[in-house]
């Protein structure tokens, strides 16, 4: 339990299939997205002029969220299928409430983000229930 939870309160969580995450929407970012095999890590850019020397290069959607788990800030990279998806549930978020729930699904050899709008009653009470506004 404890390695679960390790990796999925991390600052980029990877949830396995069937592993949901409550998360809160703080902010979308259209990004540059690319490889450095210097740093070996993935950089973010907001324009193609600063993208030499990285592997990769491509248009990606930065998700930010409060990870529940986490009880902090982590992002979520997304594709623009992937963006629209997550629009449609904050939508249905902010007409009915509830909770938003993060998982990935395997789909061929990848995995997509996936979400989904908890609205029967409060989760599924691993989150102790305080405003937002107080955790930022």
């Known amino acids: 339990m404890k390695s679960e939870l390790r990796r999925l309160s991390s600052y980029r969580p990877r949830p396995q299939e069937g592993e949901e995450i409550p998360i809160s929407f703080i ?19 907001d324009d193609l002029k600063n993208t030499q ?30 963006r629209m998806h997550f629009e449609d549930i904050l939508n249905e978020f902010l007409l009915y409430g509830g909770e938003i729930l993060y998982s990935r699904k395997k789909k061929g050899r990848k995995y997509i983000n996936s979400f989904r709008l908890n609205t029967a009653g409060n989760g599924n009470g691993n989150v102790r229930e305080c405003l937002l506004a107080e955790k930022l």
């Open 27 to 45: 902010d979308l970012e259209k990004k540059i997205a690319g490889w450095s095999p210097k740093l070996k890590q993935t950089v973010y850019a």
């Open 53 to 82: 020397g990285l592997k990769r290069v491509r248009e990606i959607f930065l998700l930010k969220v409060f990870n529940w788990y986490r009880n902090g800030v982590s992002i979520i990279e997304l594709t623009n299928d992937e």
